[in-house]
């Protein structure tokens, strides 16, 4: 074998390669603080393209510029445009902006994810592409009830300063989720200890089309008070494993759902896909926006009985939570 050949890439090398070629189109720069610039991707909503980042990297709300990037090699920083804040997040660190006549690069599709997937992520804040490479370690339900997001990714990649904003990608350039380090700052703290995790795409969307349409993201209601408590035995087999569910402590006055529970219910499945309502996050990601004004099937235990009824939530209001 010559020296030559020990120098030439692999066929790996150049599919991952050929993926960041890819996704760097749809990466820019995001100027929104005094600081190291942050990282922003276009993502689609509503037939068009917005820059999502992170909320926390987004410490002015006036003078914000995107510099768009030309390519993913060095030196590769295009133009610079000005950039207006549609609305935050909080919940899971993402923010969206508009740029007037945004370039309409490729946006990468999104995937899904599963333990063990080889990814990189991408930055972008300096106006050339950066990447880290990694695996995902784990896919996990949000440890605090404060945050809305079901689900979290966490991958073993090292994120660079700025990296905030940018995507996690596969080895075809598609885009898992959008990377923070704003809720390890929360407390959320997940297998890969790195220092930030990844919001999954699909939760990035349901976020963007709420912004872009509303201004804020929106959330079910039907106005219950509840708390987890173990199942009677006699109904566990009508439920298969499921061991616990939600009994209701309080009904709010005139909320969807005064003419259907009752303080006491204990509620064990919601939505058109049964799904098991086993502690107060399952009802809270079942209350998504999707979910305003849609009749939604409730399945529930009264006086040793399994009961079924519908109610549609309303938006929340804002000092309640389910």
């Not at 598609?174 to 997940?190: D, E, K, M, P, Y």
Request: proline share 8%.
């Amino acid at each position: 074998m010559s020296a030559s050949d020990h120098s030439a890439p692999s066929a790996f090398d150049d599919i991952f390669a050929d993926a960041i070629d890819r996704a760097s189109a749809s990466v820019v720069s995001v100027r929104a603080r005094k600081r190291i610039p942050s990282t922003g991707t276009v993502w689609g909503a509503d037939g068009g393209a917005f820059v999502v980042t992170a909320s926390h990297a987004v410490e002015q709300e006036e003078e914000i510029t995107v510099v768009i990037g030309s390519g993913a090699g060095p030196g590769a920083s295009g133009e610079s445009l000005p950039a207006t804040l549609l609305g935050r997040d909080y919940n899971t660190d993402l923010a969206v902006l508009q740029v007037e006549d945004l370039p309409a690069p490729p946006i990468a599709e999104r995937a899904a994810t599963r333990i063990g997937h080889p990814v990189y992520a991408i930055g972008r804040p300096f106006g050339s592409i950066a990447a880290t490479f990694g695996s995902v370690t784990a896919i996990a339900p949000v440890p605090v009830s404060t945050v809305e997001a079901p689900l979290l990714i966490a991958a073993e990649v090292t994120p660079l300063p700025g990296f905030s904003g940018g995507p996690l990608i596969d080895s075809t350039g598609a885009a898992h989720g959008i990377n923070t380090s704003g809720l390890i700052r929360s407390g959320i703290l997940l297998s890969s200890g790195r220092g930030f995790v990844t919001i999954p795409a699909v939760q990035v969307s349901a976020v963007v089309a709420d912004i872009v349409r509303y201004g804020h993201v929106r959330f079910g209601w039907i106005g219950v008070g509840v708390k987890p408590v173990p199942l009677p035995d006699e109904v566990r087999p009508e439920l298969g494993e499921q061991a616990s569910g939600l009994m209701v402590t309080e009904v709010k006055p005139e909320s969807p759902a005064r003419e259907h529970l009752a303080i006491g219910d204990t509620l064990v499945r919601m939505g058109d896909g049964n799904h098991p309502l086993m502690d107060v996050g399952d009802l809270q990601s079942l209350l998504g926006s999707q979910q305003i004004g849609t009749p939604t099937p409730i399945t529930f235990l009264r006086n040793g009985a399994l009961q079924t009824t519908e109610i549609t939530p309303i938006e929340r209001p804002e000092r309640h939570r389910c």
